[in-house]
C-alpha cells in the first residue's frame, strides 16, 4: 500500500476520480495503484506525478538499486527534491524527526519553523533563482540538539532545460 500517496490525495482534499481523471486514467487502474497492487509505468507515474506536484520517482522509490539503500540508509546523509514552490516531490533517508510519509507535498515551514528550515529555504530559492549549484553549512534545532549539515544543491531541469525544482544532498557534520 502507498500510504504516502493516500496521505497526500487526502491533504489535497482530492478523491481517486478527481486524481484519475486529472492524470487521464481510470479510476479502477488509480485505486491500485495506490492500494499497491499494481505499479504504474513510467508513463503513468509522470501524469499522476505532473497532477499531484511530485517527482514520479516516488512511485518506484521501494525499488532502489541495493546498493544505494545500503549504503544510505542509517547514514548522515538525506537526499530530497523539491518543486519551483520548495515543496517536497522526493525524499530519501530523512532524520528521524521526519516522517517521510508527512513530508511530501510540504514546504520546510510547514514541518517546522526555526532558523535552520528558514535557512534551508533561502538556500533552495537562491539554487532555483541562480540556476546554479551551492553550497553551504546550516544548522537545524532536532531532537538530538543542533545539528550541522552541509548542504549541497543544484537546479532540476525538464526535457526544456527550464528549471523546475531543486535537489539537495545534505550530510550531517561532526
Not at 22 to 40: K, L, M, S
Not at 50 to 63: A, G, K, R, V
Not at 132 to 141: D, H, N, Q, T
Request: hydrophobic share 40%; glycine share 6%; charged share 20%.
Amino acid at each position: 500500500m502507498r500510504r504516502w500517496l493516500i496521505q497526500l490525495r487526502k491533504e489535497q482534499q482530492l478523491t481517486q476520480q478527481q486524481i484519475a481523471d486529472g492524470a487521464h486514467i481510470d479510476r479502477a487502474y488509480y485505486a491500485q495503484i495506490e492500494n499497491g497492487t499494481r505499479n504504474p509505468s513510467m508513463a503513468v507515474a509522470s501524469q499522476i506525478a505532473s497532477f499531484l506536484h511530485i517527482n514520479p520517482s516516488l512511485f518506484f522509490s521501494e525499488h532502489l538499486s541495493e546498493p544505494f539503500e545500503i549504503a544510505l540508509a542509517n547514514s548522515p546523509i538525506i537526499v530530497a527534491h523539491c518543486d519551483l514552490e520548495l515543496r517536497y516531490t522526493w525524499m530519501f533517508n530523512p532524520h528521524p524527526d521526519f516522517n517521510i510519509n508527512s513530508v511530501i507535498g510540504k514546504r520546510d515551514d510547514e514541518l517546522d519553523v526555526n532558523e535552520g528550515t528558514l535557512a534551508l529555504m533561502k538556500f533552495k530559492r537562491k539554487v532555483i533563482e541562480s540556476g546554479e549549484a551551492l553550497r553551504e553549512v546550516i544548522a537545524f534545532p532536532l531532537s538530538e540538539g543542533l545539528l550541522y549539515y552541509d548542504v549541497f544543491g543544484q537546479p532540476m531541469f525538464n526535457q526544456q532545460g527550464e528549471i523546475i525544482g531543486a535537489a539537495t544532498a545534505s550530510t550531517q557534520q561532526s
